[in-house]
């Protein structure tokens, strides 16, 4: 699985999401000029970001992700 590059891609598309989502929940906790310029822009690219990682995954277990065998 590992040895697997859709699976790699699978795994950078979902680190992705998870580190836009890190900054976007701390520029809410920080708030201030941050979080007033970049919230949603934040919260778009995530959007946009966690669409392709759905369709990624989708896309890994249709075409055959091991699943465990």
Known sequence: ????PFFTLVTISVLVVVVIL???IGG??????FNR???NRLMRWRIGAQ???VVLIMLYVF???????
């Open 1 to 4: 699985m590992l040895s697997d």
């Open 22 to 24: 890190i900054l976007g």
């Open 28 to 33: 809410f906790g920080k708030g201030g000029d």
């Open 37 to 39: 310029n970049n919230a």
């Open 51 to 53: 669409a392709v990682a």
């Open 63 to 69: 075409f055959g992700g091991d699943a465990g065998t």
